[in-house]
């Protein structure tokens, strides 16, 4: 059965940091690239990173470039996202997600998502 589970979710204050975590089981998690994802209230999911097999090749969105870095461990089978300076706007339900070898094809597996909320 295959899971992704997220963690490390909370209230943070701005400019404080999470890490976020996704533990991967039932599938050969080496094998596949990873992507954290969030969907804010109101609007569509948007890609936050993107991570190759190896960890060698690693992608960003422009919102979120020099404050996050996605990172995995193949060992562990988890990926992560350790998020830094955190806004407001930064507020959403994480998601990750699996691609079959590259980032560049879709998700075959998804997460159900933790809630990440940047507020005084």
């Known amino acids: 059965q295959v899971q992704l589970v997220e963690s490390g979710g909370g209230l943070v204050q701005p400019g404080g940091s999470l890490r976020l975590s996704c533990a991967a089981s039932?599938?050969?998690?080496?094998?596949?690239?990873m992507s954290w994802y969030r969907q804010a209230p109101g609007k569509e999911r948007e890609l936050v990173a993107s991570?190759?097999?190896?960890?060698?090749?690693?992608n960003y969105a422009d919102s979120v470039e020099g404050r996050f870095t996605i990172s995995r461990d193949n060992s562990k089978n988890t990926v992560y996202l350790q998020m830094n300076s955190l806004k407001p706007e930064d507020t959403a339900v994480y998601f990750c997600?699996?691609?079959?070898?590259?980032?560049?094809?879709?998700?075959?597996?998804w997460g159900q998502g933790t809630q990440v909320t940047v507020s005084l």
């Open positions: 991570i190759s097999t190896s960890g060698a090749g690693r």
């Open positions: 039932g599938f050969t998690f080496s094998n596949y690239a």
């Open positions: 997600g699996a691609h079959p070898a590259t980032w560049s094809r879709p998700i075959n597996y």
